[in-house]
């Protein structure tokens, strides 16, 4: 797949996304990075168009007639439009604009279709030079074509079928009977390079799927389900970036649960195990709506939200405390009571970056401690101060080096 880390749109016309779809039950990034490979890259780009273009000039040259004339000024016009195409989706997809997909998959199509011309206009003349280098053209184009689109198996069988289709009725008016053959053959052919296609699209998307799978449980807390330090590390930093883009505020609460070490040494690690999923499940029905959601550590939680205020982060805050204020229900009828401290650090008013944040957030929560515990603490001034001259200190690791 594109490992340039461009981002090409899906397409939006109700034919060309039914001619790119991939079939049922492929998440979305999976489709976008499918969409992607559509585009391929320059040097295989300037192959098909040189194979193309100097193909159906050379015929004219040789032909001198109208027709092929017409041809090959067909293939100049739809080559130079798709390279414009081409270079407008690179420069979008540079900057994460809308790419001109429709169109990119319609002049593909176009092409497939004047290659084809050219193929049927040869074939049909009798002239066998003619139309060996246009069949040899195309014939290169349907195996460029599988190789290069099984991302998208329909555009490929669209693009195979408008490329040898237009022989078919050439061979009937070149009138040659040992060409007959052709009409049984061109439609296996088409046959065999579609199957080809969507056997291939089904194995990509079947890796690709297991990949992103993979991936996503890397950034999973195996205990609770919810994010582990990658995982948050990652939407902290989506966060980031879209508050630069939409100036959106964001509240970061760190979590430690007080007295959870006597719970694992009085009933043991499976009780223990079961009260941080309950604690877990807590979360997700005090913050449904929360960005992300994480166990950082043995018994650290973290809860990242958008579009708070400093009141809003701190009753969100308390409302976390009070998840600890009766005992939490354990093993064979077993209960156990602890407390739930929280700090709190504000974006932008205490930082723009991840470890900055963190940071303020960890001294937030340290003065919730020092407090009596079981308490909510804001990022003050002296939290900032703390915080910084500890990470000019020490020089603090990077968030997330560590799931």
């Known amino acids: 797949m594109r490992g340039d880390g461009l981002a090409f749109s899906s397409p939006q016309w109700r034919l060309t996304r039914w001619l790119a779809d991939v079939g049922p039950d492929v998440s979305d990034d999976v489709r976008v990075a499918l969409i992607g490979e559509l585009y391929g890259s320059w040097p295989i780009f300037a192959a098909g168009i040189i194979n193309s273009v100097l193909t159906s000039g050379v015929i004219a040259a040789r032909e001198q007639s109208a027709p092929f004339v017409a041809w090959f000024a067909l293939e100049v016009v739809v080559c130079a439009a798709r390279l414009i195409v081409l270079s407008i989706a690179f420069r979008a ?28 206009l040869s074939v049909a003349s009798g002239h066998w030079v003619s139309a060996t280098l246009a069949c040899l053209s195309g014939a290169a184009m ?8 099984f991302n998208a198996p329909r555009l490929a069988g669209a693009m195979t079928l408008f490329t040898i ?23 296996l052919y088409f046959w065999a390079m579609s199957a080809g ?17 993979s991936e996503d449980q890397a950034r999973l807390d195996a205990l609770t389900g919810l994010r ?42 499976a009780a223990g195990d079961m009260l941080l999923q309950t604690i877990a499940q807590s979360l ?5 709506t929360a960005d992300a959601i994480a166990r950082i550590g043995g018994d650290e939680f973290v809860v990242l939200t958008s579009d ?3 009141e809003d982060a701190i009753a969100l805050g308390e409302r976390i405390t009070h998840i600890a204020e009766q005992p939490i229900v354990l093993a064979d009828g077993a209960s156990a009571t602890i407390g739930i401290s929280v700090g709190i ?42 915080a910084l001259r500890k990470l000019a200190r020490h020089g603090a690791a990077r968030p997330g080096a560590a799931a």
């Not at 289709?165 to 439609?187: D, I, K, N, S």
């Not at 997700?284 to 449904?288: L, R």
Request: contains cysteine.
């Open 93 to 120: 997809a540079r900057t994460g604009r809308q790419t001109p997909t429709d169109l990119y998959i319609l002049l593909g199509i176009a092409w497939s279709a004047s290659v084809g011309l050219g193929a049927g």
């Open 345 to 386: 650090a504000l974006s932008p008013d205490h930082g723009s970056d991840a470890e900055t944040l963190l940071a303020l957030a960890d001294a937030a929560l340290y003065e919730a401690k020092s407090a009596g515990k079981s308490c909510c603490r804001l990022a003050s001034t002296e939290t900032v101060l703390t």
């Open 284 to 288: 997700h029905d005090i913050a449904p």
């Open 228 to 269: 582990n330090r990658a995982g948050l590390v990652d939407a902290l930093d989506a966060r980031i970036i879209a508050h630069q883009n939409d100036g959106s505020r964001f509240a970061l609460l760190y979590l430690d649960l007080d007295h959870f070490k006597p719970v694992n040494d009085t009933f043991g690690h």
């Open 308 to 310: 708070v205020s400093p």
């Open 165 to 187: 289709g237009p022989v078919v009725p050439g061979v009937a008016l070149a009138r040659e009977p040992l060409l007959y053959l052709l009409f049984l053959q061109m439609p």
């Open 142 to 149: 349907v195996g460029g074509t599988c190789f290069r689109n």
């Open 197 to 213: 296609a969507f056997r291939l699209n089904k194995m990509l998307v079947t890796v690709l799927q297991a990949k992103r799978h």
